[in-house]
């Protein structure tokens, strides 16, 4: 059974880091590309990043860009989204999703994409 599995979300300090991870179960995750979302209380779920595993393309949000990393590890069957600097307005519960349709580009943010989700994890910026 395909499964991606979210962990590594908290409550942390503005200006604190996280480090979450999407982990796969029943496919190759080299096989797909990762998208990471979030959905804030009271808003619509949003693209953070993502990464396409044809090329190595990386996308982010303009709200994340210099502030996320996303990577990649193969080996670990695993996909990260390094945060730094995080800020309140971060807070939410943040998805990882997988696609595969190679028609996928500059619209990498719409669901549409992507065939699994995550079931999530909170992430809590707050002093």
């Known amino acids: 059974q395909l499964q991606l599995v979210e962990s590594g979300g908290g409550l942390v300090q503005p200006g604190g880091s996280l480090r979450l991870s999407c982990a796969a179960s029943g496919f190759t995750l080299d096989d797909y590309y990762i998208g990471w979302f979030r959905q804030g209380p009271g808003k619509e779920r949003e693209g953070v990043s993502c990464?396409?595993?044809?090329?190595?393309?990386?996308y982010y949000a303009d709200s994340v860009k210099g502030r996320f990393t996303i990577s990649r590890d193969n080996a670990k069957n695993t996909v990260y989204l390094q945060m730094f600097s995080l800020k309140p307005e971060d807070t939410g519960v943040y998805f990882c999703?997988?696609?595969?349709?190679?028609?996928?580009?500059?619209?990498?943010?719409?669901?549409?994409?992507?065939?699994?989700w995550g079931q999530g994890t909170q992430v809590t910026v707050s002093s």
């Open positions: 990464i396409i595993n044809s090329d190595g393309t990386i």
């Open positions: 999703a997988a696609g595969s349709d190679i028609r996928i580009g500059s619209t990498w943010y719409a669901d549409r994409w992507y065939h699994y």
